[in-house]
């Protein structure tokens, strides 16, 4: 086995803090890395600290969208013509730029919401490049990609201080 699929999944916080733990990791072996956010802005600490590490590759969030919950319509139109585009260059750029690791974060949410298909996820592990380590997060991952991974780790919240009207605190949940 040249590489793995790995899946942060789960109701608690701390799945893309593990996935950025491991491509943090993973360039500091000498590997490269690239990292993809769906429903995020780049107004997110770790994005501004991974941008300092050699060979790692954040891709710029160019759009916000705001929570599905919310969205109109029209905008969750626009938003799967964007998240789709976005996947779909990632993709490319992931086999092109010869990356040794790709993480997905909040794939799992942009699927399930329907804003990209999980056919070209799905296409996309099964066909990747011999070496390529793939990292997916995210809440309610299928059945199939459970079965296509080699690790799932399901992060379970007991506790969290946001059930007590605590915020998101900058530094901390972003």
């Known amino acids: 086995m040249d590489s793995c699929v790995h899946i942060y999944c789960g109701e608690g916080k701390g799945k893309t803090t593990a996935a950025v733990g491991l491509a943090v990791r993973a360039a500091g072996c000498g590997r490269k890395v690239l990292i993809t956010r769906f429903l995020k802005t780049d107004h997110s600490g770790e994005v501004v600290a991974l941008g300092l590490i050699p060979g790692i590759s954040v891709t710029p969030c ?11 319509d029209e905008q969750k139109k626009e938003a799967a013509v964007y998240y789709t585009e976005l996947l779909a260059m990632t993709l490319r750029k992931a086999v092109d730029g010869a990356f040794d690791l790709l ?10 919401y329907g804003l990209v298909r999980e056919e070209t996820v799905r296409d996309f592990i099964t066909g990747r490049p ?32 946001y059930d007590q009207g605590l915020q998101a605190r ?5």
């Open 62 to 72: 160019e759009k916000s969208f705001g929570f599905f919950f919310r969205m109109t």
């Open 170 to 174: 900058e530094g901390i949940e972003y």
């Open 103 to 112: 993480v997905l974060d909040e794939i799992m949410a942009v699927m399930n």
């Open 130 to 161: 011999s070496g390529l380590e793939v990292v997916m997060t995210g809440r309610g991952p299928s059945e199939e990609l459970i079965s296509l991974a080699d690790y799932v780790s399901e992060i379970q919240k007991i506790k969290h201080p």
